[in-house]
T-cell receptor
Framework: AQSVTQLDSQVPVFEEAPVELRCNYSSSVSVYLFWYVQYPNQGLQLLLK??????LVESINGFEAEFNKSQTSFHLRKPSVHISDTAEYFCAVSDTGSGNTGKLIFGQGTTLQVKP | NAGVMQNPRHLVRRRGQEARLRCSPM?????VYWYRQLPEEGLKFMVY????????ESGMPKERFSAEFPKEGPSILRIQQVVRGDSAAYFC??????????????????FGSGTRLTVV
C-alpha cells in the first residue's frame, strides 16, 4: 500500500520569494508521482508529473519538482511566487505495476498563501 | 473539446434523502474515477469504472453508496439515505481508453470541477 505525506498544511510566503512544498511518499513498489493544484471552488489541475527519465520535472508556469528515490520525496519548488499562485497543492502517487488501475493516492494538501 | 462535466455543482439534501451526482467524461474517455474530498482533507479514491463495469470499488463505503457508468449517458454516483458525514466535495476524473502503463507521456487524467454536497 502507498501513502503520501505533505509535511506542511499551510505555507505563507511573500510575493516574489522562493517556496518549497514538501512531499514524501511510502511505497513498496515503483510509483508515478504527481502534483495537482486546486484553486478555490474548482477541480484539480495537473501541475507536473514524474513517470520516468529525468528526475527533475518542470511545469509551464515556473514550478519544478525533483524525484529523490533514496529519500522518497518529490518536493515542489518555485524560485519566485506570484499572488496568483495562491491555491491548494496536492501531491499524489500511483503505482506502476501491471495491476495498476490508475487510482491516485493523495496527500492531505498544502495551502500556499502568497502575500503582497 | 469540453472537459469533464459534473452536475450539479452544488447539492443540498436533508438527512435521509438520496443524492445523485453525475459525471460526463471527456469525449473519447471510457475510464471514470470518483474521489471524495472531506473538509480539510485530501482526496480519497472511491471507485473506478469503465463502461458498464466496476473495476475497483475498494474505496467505496460498504453501505448506501453505489456507482454506475452505463453504456449511454453519464456516470452516476448515488448516495442513499444521506447523513451529515456525507457532506463533502465529490470529484470525477476521466482518462482515455489506454491502460495506465500504456499512457506514457500522456499519463494523468482530467478532473471535473466537482459537486459540493451539503447535508442539512
Amino acid at each position: 500500500a502507498q501513502s503520501v505525506t505533505q509535511l506542511d498544511s499551510q505555507v505563507p510566503v511573500f510575493e516574489e520569494a522562493p517556496v518549497e512544498l514538501r512531499c514524501n511518499y511510502s511505497s513498496s513498489v515503483s510509483v508515478y508521482l504527481f502534483w495537482y493544484v486546486q484553486y478555490p471552488n474548482q477541480g484539480l489541475q495537473l501541475l507536473l508529473k514524474y513517470l520516468s527519465g529525468s528526475t527533475l520535472v518542470e511545469s509551464i508556469n515556473g514550478f519544478e519538482a525533483e524525484f529523490n528515490k533514496s529519500q522518497t520525496s518529490f518536493h515542489l519548488r518555485k524560485p519566485s511566487v506570484h499572488i496568483s499562485d495562491t491555491a491548494e497543492y496536492f501531491c499524489a502517487v500511483s503505482d506502476t505495476g501491471s495491476g495498476n488501475t490508475g487510482k491516485l493516492i493523495f496527500g492531505q494538501g498544502t495551502t500556499l498563501q502568497v502575500k503582497p | 473539446n469540453a472537459g469533464v462535466m459534473q452536475n450539479p455543482r452544488h447539492l443540498v439534501r436533508r438527512r435521509g434523502q438520496e443524492a445523485r451526482l453525475r459525471c460526463s467524461p471527456m469525449k473519447g474517455h471510457s475510464h471514470v474515477y470518483w474521489y471524495r474530498q472531506l473538509p480539510e482533507e485530501g482526496l480519497k479514491f472511491m471507485v473506478y469504472l469503465q463502461k458498464e463495469n466496476i473495476i475497483d470499488e475498494s474505496g467505496m463505503p460498504k453501505e448506501r453508496f453505489s456507482a454506475e457508468f452505463p453504456k449511454e449517458g453519464p456516470s452516476i454516483l448515488r448516495i442513499q439515505q444521506v447523513v451529515r458525514g456525507d457532506s463533502a466535495a465529490y470529484f470525477c476524473a476521466s482518462s482515455p481508453t489506454r491502460t495506465p502503463r500504456d499512457r506514457g507521456a500522456n499519463y494523468g487524467y482530467t478532473f471535473g470541477s466537482g459537486t459540493r454536497l451539503t447535508v442539512v
